[in-house]
């Protein structure tokens, strides 16, 4: 498959919502650091990717610094659970998904 810059660039533009609204640098999202925070902002970053960007899952990964396409499964899954447990990471969600939506 082909990746077009359009994709690339819808991708970039999820990242930067996602560390707006985290307050963590694009940067560290696609780092391999593990702090919980950053975690958090990557598994967010991977979440909205997986959904609103028609990539393959290993190249979602690889724009993440990550190696493996289960690692935005996991992300996705980590995400689709902590929303409902957490309030405050609802709200930063729901502030992302009206973002993205509006792209």
Known sequence: MKISNIQIN?????????????GIKVSDIIAKNRKANIVQARHLSMHFSRWYVQLPLIEIAKLHGQNNHATVIHAD??????????????????????QIKSL
Not at 10 to 22: R, W, Y
Not at 78 to 91: G, M, P, Q, T, V
Request: aromatic residues 6%; charged residues 30%.
């Open 77 to 98: 899954n980590c995400i689709s659970y902590d929303i409902r447990k957490n309030a405050k990471l609802n709200e930063i969600y729901e502030n992302i998904k009206s």
């Open 10 to 22: 819808k991708l970039q533009e999820i990242q930067s919502i996602v560390a707006n609204e985290t």
